[in-house]
């Protein structure tokens, strides 16, 4: 079963992301914020990362930093799902290295698109 860690602030949206990976199949697992979501992603190495961009304490831009600086972490692909939409900050997300980017508000169907495509 391969495993998807959520790295979310809002604790409604990350709820309802775990139950909807959970019924799709998933392991998923799920982090509050960006250091929480860096340190089990380094402890648990999952299949996938589903990281906000504004988050408190690291944002998801410092959170693939941090990711990349690890061997074993820069290697999972990271789908950033966020509110911020505007194309310059799509565009740093994927100088980054983030797999996919996807707004907020999101289509379920194109976040699970992501999901399927770039799950290891």
Do not use: W
């Amino acid at each position: 079963m391969k495993r998807v860690l959520v790295i979310e602030d809002e604790e409604q949206l990350r709820s309802d992301l775990i139950t909807v990976l959970e019924f799709e199949g998933y392991e998923a697992i799920e982090a509050e914020d960006g250091r929480q979501g860096v340190l089990m992603a380094q402890q648990l190495l999952p299949d996938l990362i589903i990281c906000d961009v504004n988050m408190p304490v690291l944002d998801g831009f410092e959170v693939i930093m941090a990711l990349h600086r690890n061997l074993q972490t820069a290697v999972i692909p990271v789908i950033f799902l966020s509110a911020r939409s505007d194309k310059a900050t799509i565009e740093r997300g994927m100088q980054l290295g983030a797999a996919a980017y996807v707004p907020k508000p999101y289509a379920l169907t194109e976040l699970l698109a992501a999901v399927g495509t770039h799950v290891c």
